[in-house]
């Protein structure tokens, strides 16, 4: 079975849409088509130039990695390093490079993080640092007689979610007044009067980057030639999207039986921790990857435990006796994230081939 590449794209960016990446990230499609035609994908953390030998020996003509292999700016491709040559092999080859990186870390149901929290059987999880600034609010005016259907459309297309609950908005009714001029074809009215009719102002909220989709529907369902409508960014924080997560174990556990059960359910050689003050352990926060930005996050909410990677000496003595900070390494705390991708698109393709890398790219080896 193939796919066309913009349909792979769409199903990943449904869960993590680009919107949601940090201002120096990457993501997103960097090499090829998205009218390609994939026939099977492999599936890595991240992309190399062994990756793409991979990628070639087993015939997969499209590579989808959580780091992107592109992050600043390519000012020539003549092999002079490792990406230069995985960019141009991917090409010659005709293999798309797609990656979804902090898209995919800032969303709760999904995501990075969510996956690490599974596997260490955490329960009641919430975002540990909401977004704020993503959503945003759209009033419309239009004639009562029409509102139902233009709340409707707002609906369809995505507007009024908010956490577990749909269809939400506001609405109140007021008296509206235009004079139609010259040039204009108005659905209401007469040129050159003024009229006043009752209208209802509908309030409605929404992810920023669905935005064109509900004006669309706005527009298409509106019957004025003139819309009168305005669009405002909240500064609401959002609780689905956000870094790092927090959540409970089913039952406490002493610091010991815990550092046992981090080894071994993400399957740990060897990693750092601080000395451990409390008594019990209870409450854990969790950012896959680098997250040295969250140690005060994670003491704020009061966790026990803070589990994140690349964390600086001097980062270390932030813990102040308040919670136990492990460093677990960034490849072994996202290395999970590979069968998160392939999740996600084994329920939408079934019957669509994607392979798990089996390049070792951790840069880092450890001598015991």
């Not at 009218?35 to 130039?49: G, R």
């Not at 902090?102 to 709760?108: G, H, R």
């Not at 409508?229 to 959002?238: D, G, I, K, P, W």
């Not at 950012?287 to 803070?306: H, T």
Request: aromatic share 8%; glycine share 6%; proline share 3%.
């Amino acid at each position: 079975m193939s796919v066309k590449l913009f349909q792979i794209i769409h199903e990943i960016e449904s869960i993590a849409p680009l919107y949601l990446q940090e201002p120096y990230d990457n993501s997103g499609l960097l090499v090829g088509n998205k009218n390609q035609e994939i026939h099977q994908a492999l599936v890595c953390l991240d992309c190399t130039e062994a990756v793409i030998d991979e990628a070639i020996a087993k015939n997969c003509n499209l590579v989808i990695a959580h780091h992107p292999l592109i992050f600043g700016g390519l000012k020539r491709l003549v092999g002079q390093n490792d990406v230069q040559r995985a960019v141009v092999k991917a090409i010659q080859h005709n293999i798309a490079l797609y990656a979804c990186h902090t898209n995919l870390d800032n969303v709760l149901k999904h995501g990075v993080n969510e996956k690490i929290a599974q596997k260490l059987e955490l329960n009641h999880l919430k975002v540990l640092q909401p977004k704020k600034n993503i959503l945003q609010k759209l009033s419309v005016f239009v004639p009562t007689d029409n509102a139902q259907t233009l709340t409707d459309a707002l609906f369809t297309a995505g507007a009024g979610n908010i956490g577990n609950y749909s269809e939400c908005g506001f609405s109140h009714e007021g008296q509206g007044s235009f004079k139609p001029n010259d040039g204009s074809k108005p659905t209401i009215g007469q040129l050159g009067t003024r009229e006043v009719l009752t209208e209802t102002k509908i309030e409605v909220v929404f992810p920023a980057w669905k935005s064109s989709e509900i004006l669309s529907a706005m527009f298409d369902a509106h019957p004025y030639e003139e819309v009168a409508y305005h669009l405002v960014t909240m500064e609401n924080a959002v609780h689905e999207f956000g870094s790092g997560v927090v959540g409970e174990l089913a039952n406490s556990m002493s610091k010991i039986d815990f550092l046992n059960h981090l080894k071994e359910k993400m399957e740990l050689d060897v990693f750092k921790h601080t000395e451990f003050f409390g008594v019990e352990i209870k409450k854990v926060a969790i950012c896959g990857g680098s997250g040295a930005f969250l140690i005060q996050r994670a003491k704020s909410v009061n966790a026990d435990v803070y589990i994140s990677s690349d964390i600086k000496y001097h980062e270390f003595f932030d813990a102040e006796k308040q919670l136990m900070i492990c460093d677990i390494g960034h490849f072994e705390s996202e290395k999970y994230t590979i069968d998160l991708i392939m999740d996600i698109l084994s329920k939408k393709f079934p019957n669509f081939a994607t392979i798990f890398a089996h390049t070792n790219t951790n840069p880092i080896q450890y001598y015991r």
